[in-house]
C-alpha cells in the first residue's frame, strides 16, 4: 500500500508530464490509477477513460478502467472492460482476476474459481485473486482450500488484515482455537493501525473474546468482549449474546 504522500509526489511529477505531453495515455492513465487509490472514483473513471480513448489498445488500461468501474458499482461496465482486455492480451493477470472477481460477485462462484486460478498461473502472488478464491471455496463449503488460499493471499500481503480476520474466523470453525486466536490477534493489530477502522474489526474483536473463552483464557476474553462492544455498531445482532458471555465471565 503506497502512503499518500507519495501519491501525492507521484501525481505532481505525472502532472508535469502532462503539460509536455497533454495527450499522453501513459501519463492520464498513471493519473487515473492516482485518483483510484486516493479513493476518488470519479476522478479515476474520468482519467481511466480517457486513456482507453487515446491508446484502445493498451489492454491494461482496459483491465484498470473496469477494477474501477466495479468499484463503482458498475458491473455490466467491468465485464465488458474484462472481456475487451481478455480480447487484446488473453493471459492478462488484471483481467482474468477482474472477470473471476466479478463472476464471484455475480454468483457464478465455479466460474469464478476457473478464473481466478487462471489468473493466479500468470501472476502467482496476486493476494487479490487468493483472497477472491478464498471467498469462492468458502461459498461452496470447502473450508480446508479456502484456509489455504487465505493462507497464501496473507504470505502474499502480510499487511492486509482482513485476510488475517478471514483465516482466523475458519481456524476458529474448524476447531484450531489457539491458531485462531494468534490469527485474529494480528488482524485487529493490523485493523487498529488503519486510520479508518475496517468494517471487520468489530467482529474481529468477538471472535477473539470466543477464541479466548474456548481455550480458558477468561480475562483475555473478557477484554476482547469489552472492546467489541465499544466498537460494534448500535444495530449489531451479536450484541446481546456478547453481552451475555461477558456476564458468564
Request: glycine share 8%.
Amino acid at each position: 500500500e503506497v502512503r499518500l504522500g507519495e501519491l501525492d509526489a507521484g501525481e505532481a511529477r505525472l502532472r508535469r508530464a502532462l503539460e509536455a505531453l497533454p495527450n499522453s495515455a501513459e501519463t492520464i492513465h498513471y493519473l487515473g490509477v492516482v485518483a483510484f487509490a486516493k479513493g476518488d472514483l470519479p476522478t479515476a473513471l474520468e482519467r481511466l477513460e480517457r486513456a482507453v480513448t487515446l491508446d484502445p489498445k493498451m489492454a491494461t488500461y482496459r483491465a484498470v478502467l473496469g477494477r474501477a468501474r466495479l468499484a463503482a458499482g458498475d458491473i455490466v461496465g467491468a465485464r465488458r472492460d474484462a472481456l475487451a482486455a481478455l480480447e487484446l492480451d488473453p493471459a492478462l493477470g488484471e483481467a482474468l482476476w477482474l472477470k473471476g472477481r466479478i463472476a464471484l460477485r455475480t454468483g457464478a462462484v465455479r466460474d469464478a474459481i476457473d478464473d481466478l486460478e487462471r489468473a493466479l498461473k500468470v501472476s502467482p502472488g496476486r493476494h487479490e485473486a487468493l483472497s477472491d478464491l478464498g471467498e469462492a471455496f468458502e461459498q461452496l463449503g470447502k473450508a480446508g482450500y479456502a484456509i489455504r488460499a487465505y493462507q497464501r493471499a496473507l504470505e502474499a500481503e502480510p499487511r492486509e488484515g482482513r485476510y488475517a480476520y478471514r483465516l482466523g474466523r475458519l481456524l476458529l470453525d474448524d476447531g484450531k482455537r489457539r491458531e485462531a486466536a494468534e490469527m485474529l490477534e494480528r488482524s485487529i493489530a493490523l485493523g487498529e493501525a488503519r486510520p479508518i477502522a475496517p468494517l471487520w474489526l468489530s467482529d474481529a474483536y468477538r471472535l477473539l473474546g470466543e477464541a479466548n473463552r474456548l481455550t480458558g483464557r477468561t480475562s483475555e476474553a473478557k477484554k476482547a468482549y469489552e472492546r467489541f462492544l465499544e466498537i460494534a455498531p448500535a444495530e449489531s445482532i451479536d450484541r446481546a449474546e456478547v453481552t451475555r458471555r461477558l456476564r458468564s465471565l
